[in-house]
């Protein structure tokens, strides 16, 4: 009987959540899946493989270069990669699921990955 009250609360759980929320448990579902560790486990200076997709690009400008910043998100938590002196890289956009690797800082309270190895997941 246990079994079944658990199911009834999972449907009702799907039948009241919000696309975002959806969006969100698939993403940290996927993430957990292919090995990589979540955003909500990683710690500052630890080296983390992650999962996820990019929310949004921006252009910073740091003196006389550009650095691309893309918001990562895996479900459980969102992480910012940094890639110095660049302005766009092929391939990287609004949308697109990515598998990054690199040292995790903190930059003014933000979870960051400076000029991280990535990989763009089909």
């Known amino acids: 009987m246990g079994e079944r009250r ?3 609360r ?3 759980r799907r039948l009241f959540q919000s696309d975002a929320e959806a969006a969100d448990q698939v993403l940290a579902q996927e993430a957990k899946r292919s090995g990589c560790t979540q ?3 990683c710690h500052v200076r630890d080296r983390v493989n992650l999962q996820g997709m990019v929310n949004c690009l921006t252009i910073e400008p740091r003196g006389d ?5 893309a918001e990562l998100t895996d479900g459980t938590g969102k992480v910012t990669l940094v890639w110095m002196g660049r302005d766009h890289i092929p391939g990287i956009e609004s949308g697109r699921r990515l598998r990054v690797q690199g040292r995790l800082a903190n930059d003014h309270g933000r979870k960051v ?3 991280p190895e990535y990989r763009i997941v089909g």
């Open 65 to 69: 270069r550009r650095w691309l910043e």
């Open 39 to 41: 955003v909500t486990d």
């Open 6 to 8: 658990g199911g009834f």
């Open 113 to 115: 990955i400076f000029n």
């Open 10 to 12: 999972q449907a009702m």
